[in-house]
């Protein structure tokens, strides 16, 4: 069965920082591109990140680019979004998301394969 599982979120306060990490399991994710998407009530997933297969290629929307830092360990099966300098906007249901692409340009959600469940960030101002 193929899961991936967030975790990390939390309530913080505008500067702080926060490190999701997304656990990938029951199937090989090595080739897969990995990403970050974030949604709020009433909305469609927002996509945030997005990391190829081995890590060289990384892409972010421009509201948290040079703030937020997706990468990922192969070894220990794992995605990662270090998140710097939060503000209230970044407030979100944050959901890890896998894609059997070499693309790291993949912007809508339904095209992406696998999903994990999501985790709470909640920045108070």
């Known amino acids: 069965q193929v899961r991936l599982v967030e975790s990390g979120g939390g309530l913080v306060q505008t500067g702080d920082s926060l490190r999701l990490s997304c656990a990938t399991s029951?199937?090989?994710?090595?080739?897969?591109?990995l990403g970050w998407f974030r949604r709020t009530p009433g909305k469609d997933p927002e996509y945030v990140a997005s990391i190829g297969w081995n890590g060289d290629n990384t892409n972010y929307i421009d509201s948290v680019r040079g703030r937020f830092t997706i990468s990922r360990d192969n070894n220990k099966n794992t995605l990662y979004l270090q998140m710097n300098s939060l503000k209230p906007e970044d407030t979100a249901t944050y959901y890890c998301?896998?894609?059997?692409?070499?693309?790291?340009?993949?912007?809508?959600?339904?095209?992406?394969?696998?999903w994990g469940r999501g985790t709470q960030v909640t920045v108070s101002s």
């Open positions: 029951g199937r090989t994710f090595d080739k897969y591109t």
């Open positions: 998301a896998a894609i059997n692409t070499e693309t790291i340009m993949v912007f809508t959600p339904s095209l992406w394969d696998y």
